[in-house]
C-alpha cells in the first residue's frame, strides 16, 4: 500500500525511494509512541510493521483503564506531531538541510506522513487511534465494553469522509474508508443480531449447565435449539460449542467428530480449543477420541497440549510422554512435562516421573522441577542421582532447607555425608 502510494505520485525513482524511507521512519515514531506509553504504565510491547502502516500490541489487555487506553492511542499521533515540530526546527536551525529538489521534497513528505495523517487517524473511526478513544471513552462512561456507539460513530464518519474523499479524487482514502465502512457495519449488524438473541441466553446458560451436570442428552437438545434460533455469530458458535460437548459426554464420538469438524471449519481451531477448555478436569478424558482425531487431522501446539493433559488426566502417561515429545512449542512442552512429572511420581512411577522431570528441566531450569527429580530419584533409590539433582536444584535457586531436611521421599539420604553438606550450605544461604 505504502509502494502504491509513492509509485502513484509519478517522479523519479530516488523519490519513491525516499517516500518509502519517510513512511517507514514515520510509522516507527508513531509506533514507538505507543509503544513507550505501554511500557510507561508497566507492560511489554510488541511493535509490527506491515503494508498498511503499522500495530503496537501488548499483553494485560484487560487490566488496562479506559483512561490509559486513551492515553496510548493518542501517545501515537502526537508522537508524529512531534516529529513533524522536529522536523521544521531543523529546517530552520539548518537551512541548506533541505535545499535541493529531493531535499524539499522529503521535507514535504515528512510533514505530510507526520502531521497529515496523525489529523486523519484521529477521526472517531475504529481501527483508527481516533476510533480507539472514542471507543475506550464510551467503555468508560458506560462502563460496557461492546462498542456499539463508537461503531455507528464510526461507520457514519467513514462514510461521510469517503464521500468527500471521492469527490475530490482522493481515491486512496476511499479505498480504506470502504473498508472501515464494511467493517464498522459488519461489527455493528453483529452487535444488533446479538441483542435480538437475549431469548436464546437461557437456552444457552442451561445447556451448560446440563454438561457441567454430565448430561450429555439434554446438553445437546438445548444447544440444537439454541442454535436453531441463534442470530449473532456469538451465539451460534457458544451453541455449537457446547452441542460438541454434549455430544462427547453422550459417547456420540462419531458425530462429535463431524461436529469438530464444523467447528474448526467455521469458527476456527481457537473455537475447539475453548470447547475442550470448558469441559471439567474428570470430563476432559472422555473426549480423547475426538482431540486425538482433531490432532491427526489439524495437529497444533496448542490441540498437542491439550492432547497431553487429557492423556495425563487419564492416566495413560505412556502415551502422553511420546505426544509430548512432538511438541513445537518449548513453553507448552515444559508445561506439560512438569504435569506428567507429578502425576507420574503420584502413580509410583517414578522413573518416568525423573525422565519427564529432566525433559522439563532443560527446557524451563526451575528449581522445583530439579527437586520432584531428586524426590523420584529418591523414592526409586537411585541415591547418587538424587543428590545430583539436589544440587542443580540449589544451583536453580532452590532454599526450602525446611522442606529439604523433613522430606519423607529423601529417607535414604539422610545417612549421607553429602546430604548433610548440602543442608548445611542451606541454613547460612
Known amino acids: 500500500m505504502v509502494g502504491f502510494l509513492g509509485y502513484s505520485r509519478g517522479g523519479p525513482f530516488e523519490f519513491l525511494v525516499e517516500w518509502i524511507i519517510v513512511v517507514f521512519i514515520s510509522i516507527l515514531a508513531h509506533e514507538f509512541g505507543h509503544a513507550l506509553t505501554v511500557r510507561a504504565f508497566g507492560m511489554s510491547p510488541q511493535i509490527l510493521i506491515y503494508g498498511f502502516g503499522g500495530v503496537t500490541s501488548w499483553t494485560d489487555e484487560k487490566g ?43 521535507y514535504q513528505d515528512l510533514l505530510f506522513v507526520n502531521w497529515g495523517w496523525g489529523i486523519f487517524n484521529l477521526l472517531p473511526v475504529l481501527p483508527l487511534d481516533g476510533g ?58 453483529q452487535l444488533l443480531q446479538y441483542d435480538r438473541d437475549g431469548r436464546v441466553r437461557p437456552l444457552l446458560d442451561q445447556a451448560q449447565e446440563a454438561v457441567k451436570s454430565d448430561d450429555g442428552a439434554t446438553a445437546v437438545q438445548l444447544a440444537k435449539e439454541a442454535l436453531n434460533s441463534a442470530r ?16 462427547i459426554l453422550g459417547a456420540d464420538i462419531e458425530q462429535a467428530k463431524k461436529e469438530a469438524d464444523r467447528l474448526q471449519a467455521v469458527y476456527g481451531h481457537t473455537s475447539l480449543l475453548q470447547a475442550l477448555a470448558s469441559f471439567e478436569r474428570n470430563q476432559l478424558p472422555r473426549a480423547i477420541p475426538v482431540i486425538e482425531y482433531s490432532y491427526a487431522t489439524a495437529p497444533s501446539p496448542d490441540l498437542n497440549f491439550t492432547f497431553a493433559n487429557a492423556l495425563i488426566i487419564a492416566g495413560r502417561l505412556r502415551e502422553a510422554s511420546p505426544l509430548i515429545a512432538r511438541q513445537p512449542q518449548p513453553e507448552y512442552a515444559a508445561g506439560a512435562y512438569k504435569m506428567l512429572q507429578i502425576a507420574a511420581f503420584h502413580s509410583s512411577e517414578h522413573a518416568l516421573s525423573a525422565e519427564a522431570g529432566r525433559q522439563a528441566f532443560e527446557r524451563t531450569r526451575e528449581p522445583e522441577i530439579a527437586y520432584n527429580i531428586a524426590c523420584a530419584e529418591a523414592r526409586a533409590s537411585h541415591a547418587d542421582e538424587a543428590l545430583a539433582w539436589i544440587e542443580r536444584a540449589v544451583e536453580a535457586g532452590y532454599r526450602n532447607i525446611d522442606a529439604l531436611a523433613s522430606d519423607p521421599d529423601f529417607e535414604i539420604l539422610r545417612s549421607r555425608p553429602e546430604f548433610e553438606a548440602i543442608c548445611g550450605r542451606l541454613r547460612k544461604m
Open 132 to 189: 480507539n478513544v472514542a471507543y475506550s471513552i464510551e467503555q468508560w462512561v458506560t462502563k460496557k465494553r461492546r462498542g456499539v456507539i463508537t461503531r455507528g460513530v464510526s461507520l457514519l464518519v467513514a462514510a461521510v469522509v469517503g464521500l468527500w474523499a471521492l469527490s475530490v479524487g482522493w481515491m486512496w482514502v476511499v479505498f480504506l474508508m470502504a473498508i472501515f465502512s464494511w467493517n464498522n457495519g459488519s461489527a455493528l449488524f
Open 64 to 106: 488496562i483503564s479506559p483512561p490509559k487506553h486513551i492515553a496510548i492511542s493518542l501517545a501515537g499521533p502526537f508522537a508524529g506531531f512531534l516529529f513533524g515540530g522536529a522536523v521544521v526546527l531543523s529546517k530552520i536551525a539548518l537551512p541548506d538541510l533541505f535545499a535541493d529538489h529531493l531535499g524539499r521534497q522529503t
Open 232 to 247: 449473532s455469530v456469538e451465539m451460534k458458535e457458544e451453541a455449537q460449542r457446547i452441542l460438541l460437548q454434549g455430544l
